[in-house]
């Protein structure tokens, strides 16, 4: 509920407190008075895009503070949360435009963007009027106000989740016929060169150990000789021999000589153990330049076909054993992409399957909702004067998406015989303000829990007898909540729990727009005007007490 509004400094306003009430809150005045600047100046501390020029003329800055109660559980709790905002019981909304045209925004003192600030306002305030163009006259929004009305959250649910399904699997059904259309664009190619490495079946690091190899085995003629004569000449014949029989002469004589040779024996064996090593590796390395002429073919047949074929791949020779596990990876998901491909193709179907039926649950709960409505509104407009006008919701198909497969239009017909067509295309001035009325009675409690609802000049085109049936429809609305009206209806004003009238006044040539709360006995004098105009008599005064009176 809107329970403050301040204004500073904005168009004609220099300053203004206004407290307003639950129930029905009424602003007359005369035209030109500044009843739309007031809701200019609510629209502007709500974020909604208005006039550029705000600042009263001569002013550095012009200022607007709401204040609103938040009962619990209201939806601005939510929008306050997501953008980490302090909440409580009380919303303090304040917004600020310089003659420079810079606007800053704050919640409940912390800084916001417009954004924010619309956010908000569309949890706080409902504006509608004959012209209105941003709730219930925007076909766009229809579906919306349906789904409200018929209480379809869970099956809206339901169809979102099951949207949302539906295009994980289509997205997984295209991200693998792509890849397989990729992959068998050159199944020829990967057939072909899995087929030439499954054959080669090279191993990481064997390039090098063939190159080691085929070098040795190109050596092994030139050195052979050398390691021999080296090898003969470490042999018994040759080295060991000699060390053989130096120790067994030494041993020999090492009784008679006190221990002397015992040091030069003992060198002498380590000395032998050291050669017979030696001895060891030179026989090893004959064995290794032993080759049959033919394995140096052999290698270098492989080691040019290992090497051949990485050159032909564009990698490292040890990486070609890598290459091969990839390429035949890539050939298996060839050959098993045509059944994945029809797993997936099923999942689609289950999953188009499943949206169905939970669309066709929506679209039936909005057909009988729709029906609900129109019985509704029909009941509405008879006391409206508009008892032969025909309201009806069309439902209609429309492509499929997250909210079902479903368009609603709200179509009426004023009169028996006349064609229908879309709501705000149809109706008069006055036929719309009722229409809209109408709606907004049979939405109220679905719709409506805790927003203040704003109607201006919603009863324009219409007097009498049926104006004092809008204000009494606006009188039932406010019942439970909070509605201000912009009225030029003495019937519509006379309804009102609470009463404002708005003034225009120059003082020393400058013009200043206020808003004067109404005593009982101010009433009947505002009344009266709205009646008679500028020169009120006994009659219109009469008649005002008689309105007042209800």
Known sequence: MLRALEIRDMLIIERLDLGFQPGLNVLTGETGAGKSILLDSLGFVLGWRGRAELVRTGAAQGEVTAVFDLPAGHAAHGVLDEAGLPGGDELILRRVNTAEGRKTGWVNDRRVSGEVLRQLSATLV?????????GLLDPKGHRAILDVYANTDAQQSAVRSAWGNVGKARKALNAAQ????????????????VGELTNLSPESGEEAQLDSRRRMMQAAERIRDEITQASNALGYDGAEGAMSNALRWLEGASDGAEGRLDAPMNALTRAMAELDEAARGVADCLDALRFNPAELEDTEERLFAIRGLARKHQVQPDELADLAETLSGRLEALDAGEARIDDLRKAVLEAERAYDTAATALTEARIAAAARLDAAVASELAPLKMERAVFRTEVTQAPEGPEGRDAVTFTVATNPGSPSGPLNKIASGGELSRFLLALKVCLSEERN????????EIDRGVGGATADAVGRRLKA???DGQVL??????????????????????TDGVTTSTVVPLDDGEREDEVSRML?????????RAAARALLDG
């Open 485 to 506: 009206v912009v009225t030029h209806s003495p019937q519509v004003a006379a309804l009102g729990g609470h009463h404002w009238r708005v003034e225009k006044r120059v």
């Open 449 to 456: 829990a805790g927003v203040t609802m704003i109607f201006d």
């Open 532 to 540: 008679a105009g500028d020169v009120i008599t006994d009659g219109a």
């Open 178 to 193: 792509v890849a397989l259309d990729e992959v068998r664009a050159e199944e020829e190619f990967l057939r072909h060169a």
């Open 477 to 479: 609305l406010a019942g």
């Open 126 to 134: 409902e504006l509608h009027g004959q012209h209105d163009d941003r």
